[in-house]
């Protein structure tokens, strides 16, 4: 990566004392490299995160870019160039949340009908015996912690805004369900993945579960639970249980933060491991959970300071600015799985291996929303 002209901390030189908040900059760094769009998690995260933005800035430009993005795939009668629902693939749910933003502030049909298209994927996506989404089709009897992120909090704010108050039991369900079935009772982690039929060569042959507990994976979970409280009635039975466990996964979170630098590693609970890596997306989207959790009330005060430290862990280690001016976070991991073509065994080496990205989206989109907390009033 092309290093600024004068210092590499993000306090080191002149050109980083601006005024604008780091969540606008990082927004606005995004749209000048103008990455090419489509209908995909990522980009439903980044469009999430600059969705943010606009409501905290009121810059329509924001807005705007989102809305061009979104209309270059969704047509008039609400169909989506790329999507497949028989594919059924909890990813492709992500993109959608940004619909309710788009329905809202226009009212044009097309993205209610879009909305819909997805509830119906939801409504046909193979489950375990009890019930939890299968994270892919093509991953039988497999539920994985990013598959929570990737439906749960569009299937609940769908059941909010379109009035389907039997859905949000069914959101419960899932948060539920993985971590009964992940859940390491010694650490209080969560494994990435579970294979209810336990035929999968990376599942523990007596608990389905996969070997290793994987940072993006719990901060998917993690920011999936704050989002979802967003949708959820207060008076639901199962909202005090999905309380129970963010409080139980943020003090396994805080129990393996790094002390020196506030981040968190790519592998959690193995940071002096040879090859592990402060890793950028676990760490801000722990910060934003952590963040939002605390201005929300479901957590105490003191988990601030924890967030508060990886912030500045974040803007000291993997923030700098380009020759250009434009922010730039480094180490992020680019992909992380289990099974596929080439398989991927879930095993500690086959963590640390997967290619390490600057400015990958599942990065960028986490550190936007992390900032937009940090940044608000008295946090």
């Not at 005024?19 to 995004?30: K, L």
């Not at 971590?179 to 389905?208: C, F, I, M, V």
């Not at 506030?262 to 890596?277: E, S």
Request: glycine share 10%; net charge neutral.
């Amino acid at each position: 990566m092309t290093k600024g002209t004068s210092g590499k901390h993000p306090k080191g030189d002149g050109v980083t004392m601006s005024t604008q908040p780091w969540s606008v900059r990082m927004a606005d760094s995004v749209m000048r490299r103008n990455v090419p769009y489509r209908w995909h998690y990522e980009c439903g995260l980044m469009h999430r995160a600059i969705g943010q933005v606009w409501l905290q800035t009121g810059d329509v430009q924001y807005y705007d870019y989102i809305k061009r993005d979104v209309d270059s795939f969704v047509s008039a009668d609400g169909s989506i160039k790329t999507y497949s629902v028989e594919e059924y693939n909890l990813d492709q749910i992500n993109p959608g949340r940004i619909l309710f933003l788009l329905y809202r502030t226009t009212g044009e049909e097309k993205y209610k009908n879009a909305m819909y298209l997805l509830r119906r994927q939801l409504a046909g996506q193979p489950r375990t015996s009890e019930g939890g989404f299968w994270h892919k089709k093509i991953y039988p009897y497999q539920m994985w912690l990013d598959g929570i992120y990737m439906a749960s909090p569009f299937y609940a704010q769908f059941a909010q805004t379109f009035d389907e108050p039997a859905a949000f039991d069914d959101v419960a369900r899932q948060i539920i369900l993985i971590e009964k079935h992940t859940r390491d009772p010694q650490t209080g982690l969560l494994y990435h993945g579970w294979d209810e039929s336990k035929q999968q060569r990376w599942a523990n042959p007596q608990t389905g579960c996969s070997p290793h507990f994987w940072g993006r994976a719990m901060g998917w979970y993690a920011m999936a639970i704050v989002d979802v409280l967003d949708y959820l009635p207060t008076a639901h039975p199962r909202r005090e249980d999905i309380l129970a466990i963010l409080e139980r996964l943020t003090r396994a979170v805080v129990n393996v933060q790094d002390a020196s630098t506030g981040l968190w590693y790519q592998v959690l609970d193995q940071g002096q491991r040879a090859g592990n890596y402060l890793e950028a997306s676990a760490s801000c989207m722990f910060i934003y959970a952590l963040a939002k959790a605390v201005r929300q009330g479901y957590l105490g005060q003191t988990y601030l300071d924890v967030a508060r430290h990886g912030y500045q862990g974040v803007l000291g280690h993997l923030i700098h600015l380009d020759d250009q001016g434009l922010v730039n976070l480094e180490k992020t991991c680019g992909v992380g799985g289990l099974g596929g073509t080439p398989y991927r065994d879930g095993s500690y080496e086959y963590y640390i291996s997967e290619r390490i990205v600057t400015n990958d989206y599942k990065g960028v989109g986490p550190f936007i929303l992390a900032s937009i907390e940090m940044e608000r009033k008295g946090q």
